[in-house]
């Protein structure tokens, strides 16, 4: 069993509040990828047709808007946007999207994506009756190798049953549907289930066995309804998110985060707590501490599979162990007054002279991992960097390194080299490893994830990521970072060395 289908609300709400974090972030790469995660859960798991492909086509949106180039989301993106279509019977439509994953397969080394976007164009131009082109993307999903014709993403077999389906060559088509809805049923995954039915339904009915497609059909409804029932009515899954470590003095924020899973429209009443006397709210009014409600929201409309997210900012006073016990108070679709307790964990308060480090935030990602991973090898804390005052604190040396590099990157082009402002300060991933001597794997990571890093670079808000036309004799475009200027505090920190090099 599909671990979704034990909690499938709560996937949902992981995945939805990945994307509304990296939003704010910044860090429209990470927020792709949770876009897709959320497709796959939507489209896939839950036969949430519509969601799929609004979260799906926030990843092209991203893409379009900020210039990314990633073109393997892309084919992800359009090619499941096409079989989501499918499975509503919107032929044009999802023949539109895989052409779209065609052109965007070309620019991405991906050996599964060829497979998926010819199967993709198989199936469809079957349905539309375009036999030559039918018959033009059957063979090259042939001609590929076996593990890319049978990966679970390509769906090649379902290709095979509605080509040959086409051709009048019952016996086989049929074979080869029973073992895909097979398949896909002991893996539980919906999506699939429902498309190769509504398939095998047409084909069925070509052969004239009107009442066994008529069957099929009946699995496909039933399989409908029940995502119906599931996400009729209003539930809500909620988690607090706070640093797991603060000093006394030390102001902080509190992040709830309410997600919605579900069709329904509700209303937030209040949120209720037990605030410790040892903690002060710094940025609302007192009256709301008085009712034990620091977040100061209600009457807030909860929509459909949104996030809704409330923040405060506390100050600790006293030393101690301490746990918020949360709870979220909504009206439902139906009127009906309910409770949600969201996941929140203890708060660690040390003496102000025992020093804090970075606020470790306990946040989950897409399927409940951290956002951060810390590697065995770089698990060393670096030495605070002091800036104006303030301490910049690091999770390894490699990002210091990195971050003051960049700085000092910024203030010799706008300084020294008299780059204007906004294309001052890019350096390539190379560059940075070579000419801040760190490890090369620190910004590149490895098997295709980031290095440790550039993560906390990015996830920092630090630095921002643009891609670049490749240089003579390279193609493709060039990834390059720059420190975030436009930030008031690390304009600060640019300006300030920007004054020393004046006065050198």
């Excluded at 949106?61 to 992800?76: A, C, P, Q, S, T």
């Excluded at 070309?106 to 349905?127: H, Q, S, W």
């Excluded at 090259?140 to 049953?161: F, H, S």
């Excluded at 549907?177 to 069925?204: P, T």
């Amino acid at each position: 069993m599909h671990p979704l289908f034990g909690e499938p609300q709560k996937g949902i709400a992981e995945s939805l509040r990945s994307i509304a974090l990296f939003e704010e972030l910044g860090d429209f790469r990470f927020q792709m990828e949770a876009c897709w995660a959320a497709g796959l859960v939507f489209e896939q798991m839950l036969l949430l047709n519509n969601e799929a492909l609004g979260v799906l086509g926030k990843i092209i949106e991203i893409d379009e808007k900020m210039k990314m180039g990633d073109y393997n989301r892309l084919v992800y993106a359009y090619s499941f946007s096409a079989s989501t279509r499918e499975q509503m019977g919107d032929w044009d439509g999802a023949l539109s999207c895989s052409l779209k994953a065609l052109e965007a397969s070309k620019k991405t080394d991906n050996f599964i994506a060829p497979g998926i976007v010819y199967a993709n164009l198989c199936r469809e131009y079957v349905r539309l009756g375009d036999w030559k082109r039918a018959e033009e993307y059957f063979e090259k999903l042939m001609k590929l190798p076996p593990e890319v014709q049978k990966n679970i993403l390509t769906k090649g077999e379902l290709a095979k049953a509605v080509f040959l389906a086409g051709k009048g060559r019952w016996a086989e088509s049929n074979q080869f549907f029973k073992d895909h809805i097979e398949s896909v049923k002991l893996d539980q995954v919906r999506g699939d289930e429902v498309r190769g039915r509504l398939f095998y339904a047409w084909a069925l009915e070509r052969e004239g066995r009107v009442k066994e497609a008529k069957e099929q059909l009946e699995g496909v409804q039933k399989l409908y309804r029940h995502t119906e029932e599931m996400f009729a009515h209003v539930s809500l899954q909620a988690s607090l998110m706070v640093p797991k470590k603060v000093g006394v003095g030390q102001i902080f924020e509190a992040r709830l985060c309410i997600v919605n899973v579900s069709r329904g429209h509700g209303l937030l009443v209040r949120v209720e707590n037990d605030l410790h006397s040892e903690f002060r709210v710094r940025n609302l009014p007192q009256e709301h501490t008085d009712k034990n409600e620091f977040f100061g929201e209600e009457g807030r409309k909860l929509e459909p599979f949104q996030v809704t997210t409330l923040k405060v900012k506390l100050e600790a006073t006293k030393t101690g162990v301490f746990n918020f016990n949360l709870q979220v108070v909504y009206r439902d679709d139906l009127g009906r007054i309910r409770i949600c307790k969201p996941d929140q964990y203890d708060i660690n308060v040390v003496p102000e002279s025992v020093g804090v480090g970075r606020q470790d935030l306990i946040v989950t990602g897409i399927a409940g991992k951290p956002l951060v991973k810390t590697s065995e090898s770089e698990k060393t804390e670096a030495e605070p960097t002091t800036i104006l005052g303030a301490k910049f604190e690091f999770a390894s040396e490699h990002s210091k390194v990195a971050f003051e590099y960049l700085v000092s990157a910024f203030a010799e082009d706008y300084m020294r080299r008299r780059i204007a402002q906004e294309k001052a300060g890019w350096r390539t991933l190379m560059r940075i490893v070579n000419d801040g001597k760190i490890s090369r794997s620190s910004m590149y990571g490895y098997g295709g994830h980031r290095g440790r890093a550039l993560i906390e670079l990015e996830n920092r808000g630090l630095v921002e990521a643009r891609f670049f036309p490749g240089e003579r004799g390279r193609g493709g475009k060039i990834l390059k970072l720059r420190v975030a200027y436009e930030k008031e505090i690390i304009r600060r920190i640019v300006d300030n060395q920007i004054m020393i090099r004046k006065n050198q």
